[in-house]
């Protein structure tokens, strides 16, 4: 059975290699601290001194707070600027990598919905697209399959981010001319709404804020792509103090009396780049430790697995708004038979201490320069199957290398190579297909979640059974 699929998902993939290698921004480059420490506080831009201002009238704000002023605020949050992605950005992402990775995803759709019947209709869901690499590249493998590719009614972009959504529309050949904006009269002050894309056959294209805005046909099968979202919702810090109670951990003023609570060192933090050297002198900011339970820890921590699983000392990473999502994606894709997949960076347990920064390649320390750089914490993989329960069948979480390796990606770059005798692009193609599938790359550190319908029969490949629910203790306990 295993080798049948693995034998269909080359097949699709070999019709894919029509297409020729694309040139992508990879650089496999992995910097070096540079140790630097600072003294001098850093500046006060306006969105530091719009939290700090906040900070000093409520109290300690939670990190969730603070994560989400610092991404998405309109007054300098970080997913507001646009260029954050490639080499000259702060991180790159699979789909920046390699168009490999977008073509093996596609490949998935595919088969799945040759297994659902082919049916007629469906629409393309992507939350957090980012530069629209992956939507691109989905669509652009997609054409090889006809039947496929007349099914899809629109594509639906969940994106916070008015820079991004330009580049996204601006990706995927979209026709300013036909699309419907809002914002300013002049082009740099547009942000698309929605438009017919050309390129892709005139699909029509849709921004949302929320993943509630999308309202779809009730024939139409909804095809969702998250791919490093998740990590980018808020999470709240607790630690389990002597008395068996848990503290939350907050974020304050750096110059305030309240003693520090310093998070574990990034560099502690599994993955492929390296600490930048601790910059905490400079911040404006700085963790406590809240006295007494706050609302958060009371609310957020309900379910009983916080308390039996976590000892004295021990801190977990918790995402309210994570799980919020996930219930309405689990009920969504029950509803209208659809199907989904979750690509991120994480663990299917719940972690302590992921919470951090990363710029120009490197991890900082999460509370300098708010907006300066991307905030992340690993996905806690469980909490999301948990959030589904009972609403949706997940599979997996499953190693990404395996993943694409199970789906074909190794014969996918054989035809890459075959299609080029230019010795630099096939160096380039091996070493983005290792930075992709190796597990002391990204293979394993990313993992995959398929999301299927309460009421499907079989697993989506390249998954076994369907992941029993279960509680499950984090790897190591906190510092
Ligand atoms: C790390 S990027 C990943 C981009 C893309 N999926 C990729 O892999 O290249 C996170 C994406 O999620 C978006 N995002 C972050 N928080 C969001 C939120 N609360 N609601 C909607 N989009 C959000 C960002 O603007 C960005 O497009």
Redo the contacts with the bound molecule.
């Keep these: 059975m295993f080798l049948r699929r693995a034998l269909a998902c080359s097949r699709l993939l070999h019709r894919v290699a029509l297409a020729p290698p694309l040139v992508r921004r990879y650089s496999p480059t992995i910097y070096k601290p540079d140790g630097t420490t600072h003294a001098v506080k850093e500046e006060l831009t306006p969105l530091a001194k719009h939290i700090r201002d906040t900070v000093l009238a409520t109290g300690p704000i939670s990190i969730a707070q603070y994560m989400q002023l610092a ?2 605020s309109p007054i300098g949050g970080y ?1 507001t600027r646009g260029q954050v ?1 490639g080499r000259e950005g702060d ?1 790159v ?4 990598i390699s168009q490999m990775f977008g073509e093996v995803m596609a490949v998935w759709y595919v088969m799945h919905w040759e297994m659902m019947g082919r049916p007629a209709k469906t629409v393309f869901v ?6 629209g ?2 939507m691109d590249d989905i669509m652009r493998a997609s054409k090889r399959f006809q039947s496929f590719y007349a099914s899809i009614r629109s594509i639906h972009f ?4 008015p820079e ?1 959504r330009k580049l996204q529309h601006d990706k995927l050949g979209c026709d300013w001319n036909v699309t419907a904006t809002v914002g300013d009269k002049n082009d740099t002050g547009k942000t698309p709404l929605s438009s017919a894309s050309q390129r892709h056959g005139g699909v029509e294209v849709g921004w949302h ?2 993943l509630e805005q999308v309202s779809v046909d009730g024939d139409c099968v909804p095809l969702v792509m998250a ?3 998740f ?3 808020p999470i709240y810090k607790f630690e389990k103090g002597a008395n068996g109670q848990w503290s939350e951990i907050l974020v304050d003023v750096a110059d305030s009396n309240a003693a520090p609570v310093l998070p574990a060192s990034p560099a502690q933090l599994r993955g492929s780049l390296q600490s930048a050297g601790d910059d905490s002198n400079a911040s404006h900011f700085k963790f406590v430790r809240a006295r007494g339970v706050t609302s958060n820890a009371a609310m957020v921590l309900r379910d009983q697995r916080f308390d039996s699983l976590f000892d004295k000392g021990d801190r977990v990473e918790v995402s309210p708004e994570s799980a919020r999502v996930m219930i309405q994606l689990a009920d969504w894709i029950s509803t209208n038979n659809g199907m989904g997949l979750i690509i991120d960076y994480g663990a299917d347990w719940t972690q302590g201490d992921t919470f951090r920064g990363i710029k120009n390649h490197r991890f900082a320390n999460p509370l300098t320069s708010p907006g300066s750089m ?1 905030l ?1 914490a690993d996905v806690d993989f469980s909490y999301l199957r948990f959030a589904a329960n009972g609403r949706a069948k997940c599979y997996g979480p499953i190693e990404q290398g395996s993943f694409l390796h199970s789906m074909g990606i190794q014969a996918r770059l054989q035809q890459l190579l075959q299609s080029t005798n230019d010795s630099k692009v096939q160096k380039d193609l091996v070493d983005c297909y290792k930075r992709l599938t190796d597990v002391h790359s990204m293979g394993r550190v990313y993992k995959v979640l398929a999301v299927l319908p309460n009421s499907s029969s079989g697993s989506p490949v390249p998954f076994a059974q369907p992941t029993a629910e279960s509680s499950s203790k984090p790897e190591a306990a906190s510092p």
């Design positions: 991404l998405t997913y992605f991180f992402t699979s789909p920046e992507e939350l957090g697209p980012g530069r690499t992956l969940v994106e916070k981010s991004l804020d929320v791919h490093e979202f990590d980018a919702l991307d992340t």
